[in-house]
């Protein structure tokens, strides 16, 4: 086939982008934005100098489309090509390698010729894991860097089909993380927090975790673990402050908001739910330091609540190893509170010993936490072990710069310190003046 007349395939027809079809590809489809897409190219100067070639290397070139991987002409030339097309692309400097070019072999403001080949492509991977079990089709991008929060509240249009045979079709609006309740597969609630606003793709959903698993709703008719495809329209979405935008006060009443629903869907048996809003909790306060005492405990109230229910709900679940793993973190806490109220009731009975004891075992637990080094830190005080105490208190300074407590500690431990040493000076001066009044018998 002769080859076609150039084509100017830049979005503003501004000629930066000349396309010449050398080859016609086979049926209509093409890339979509996120795919990633195998090509053999060769790479040529103005001079018809080759500057790079796929070919001599014996290597297709793979790279995921408009995700900035290349040069700009070759995102937006590619993703006009069909299976098994082969086009000339002339790409001017501003869509290439720019002013600056890419030393040595292209030189500044270099306009370029490839030829490509379109071998073939694969929906972009946006599983969790990288498997393969969510794959992604762009049909519409939407606003760039528009993306909902992990609990935001979506308004979406979702069609659900199994083998060309649609099973799903709604407008929907559910809080992210809770698809389930209208029917939805957790596959796509996945999804969702990759949309842009205004996105249509088609997801592409397998394996059990993702899908409806081996217990599909009876309404769906579809086969146990089956493949199924969903095209998904997001309109909108609310957007939820992201945790390192939360205050404190903020983050304890998001995760007092999770465990209510965490509580609500496991009386309802909705055990997937309540684990993910049990989960919710552990997200936003398991790295929480800067709060005040009467709200760690709150938080730490929250936080046993939900390792209880967590490891409850894997139970039921049949997920054992969770199960265990969040008895243990049970465990770890309650011996942690068991510590810190030994080491608190020995240090009000004056066995100082007892309260050091206490808290270095809380602090094999927990080895920043502030109340098992501040008593620590007042049990060798009142050891007299002033450098050691003045340590403990500067590693609370390190974990929390703002405790005023510790810092006005270690002004006190100073002036112990210099107490106990014009001490230590007066006792040896006494002691050897008197040795120096003993008559010497020989």
Same mark, same amino acid.
């Given at each position: 086939?002769?080859? @076609? ?64 991987? $290349? ?13 098994? &097309? ?101 596959? $796509? ?16 959903? @397998?394996?059990?975790? %993702? ?13 146990? %673990? ?23 006060? =903020? ?8 465990? &209510? ?14 684990? %993910? ?17 009467? /709200? ?28 265990? =793993? ?16 030994? @080491? ?8 100082? *010993? ?29 050891? @007299? ?11 609370? *300074? ?9 810092? /006005? ?10 107490? /106990? *040493? ?7 001066? %006494? ?12």
């Amino acid at each position: 086939m002769a080859a @076609s007349e150039p084509i100017d395939i830049t979005p503003n027809k501004d000629g930066g982008i000349l396309k010449t079809i050398k080859k016609e590809g086979t049926g209509s489809a093409k890339p979509t934005p996120g795919t990633t897409v195998k090509v053999h190219y060769v790479g040529t100067l103005e001079n018809g100098e080759t500057f790079d070639s796929s070919r001599e290397r014996g290597t297709e070139f793979e790279f995921l489309l408009s995700r900035g991987q $290349v040069i700009r002409g070759w995102d937006i030339g590619v993703a006009t090509m069909k299976k098994g &097309e082969i086009a000339d692309f002339k790409i001017r400097s501003d869509y290439g390698y720019g002013e600056s070019g890419s030393m040595p072999k292209i030189p500044p403001n270099a306009t370029l010729n490839f030829e490509v080949e379109l071998i073939d492509w694969s929906a972009e991977d946006i599983s969790p894991n990288r498997d393969g079990t969510i794959l992604r089709s762009v049909i519409v991008e939407g606003e760039k860097l528009a993306n909902p929060s992990e609990t935001s509240p979506v308004d979406v249009h979702a069609v659900g089909s199994y083998e060309g045979r649609v099973f799903y079709d709604k407008e929907v609006t559910f809080v992210l993380g809770e698809g389930s309740e209208v029917g939805l597969p957790e596959g $796509v609630d996945r999804a969702l927090r990759r949309f842009c606003r205004g996105e249509k793709s088609t997801i592409r959903l @397998s394996g059990t975790k %993702n899908t409806y698993g081996s217990n599909p709703p009876p309404e769906y008719n579809l086969p146990p %673990n089956a493949t199924i495809e969903f095209t998904i329209f997001l309109k909108s979405f609310e957007k939820v402050p992201a945790l390192w935008e939360m205050t404190a006060e =903020k983050k304890l009443e998001e995760a007092t908001l999770a465990k &209510e629903r965490g509580t609500a869907f496991l009386k309802q048996n909705k055990l997937k739910l309540a684990y %993910n809003k049990y989960k919710r909790i552990e997200d936003i306060l398991e790295f929480e330091k800067s709060m005040d005492p009467e /709200q760690k405990k709150t938080r730490d109230d929250l936080m046993l609540a939900a390792y209880l229910n967590l490891s409850l709900t894997a139970s039921k679940m049949g997920e054992m190893l969770d199960c265990i =793993k969040y008895c243990d973190k049970t465990r770890d806490d309650l011996m942690l509170a068991a510590y810190l109220n030994l @080491s608190l009731t020995a240090s009000k009975m004056g066995e100082m *010993l007892d309260c050091i004891k206490y808290c270095d075992k809380a602090l094999e637990l927990s080895p920043s936490n502030v109340k098992a080094l501040y008593r620590k830190a007042g049990a060798r005080a009142a050891l @007299s072990d002033f450098d050691e105490a003045k340590k403990m208190y500067e590693r609370i *300074l390190e974990v929390d710069p703002e405790n005023k407590a510790a810092a /006005q500690q270690i002004l006190v431990v100073r002036q112990m310190m210099k107490e /106990q *040493l014009e001490r230590d000076k007066k006792r040896y001066k %006494n002691l050897f003046s008197k040795i120096s009044d003993v008559t010497e018998v020989f």
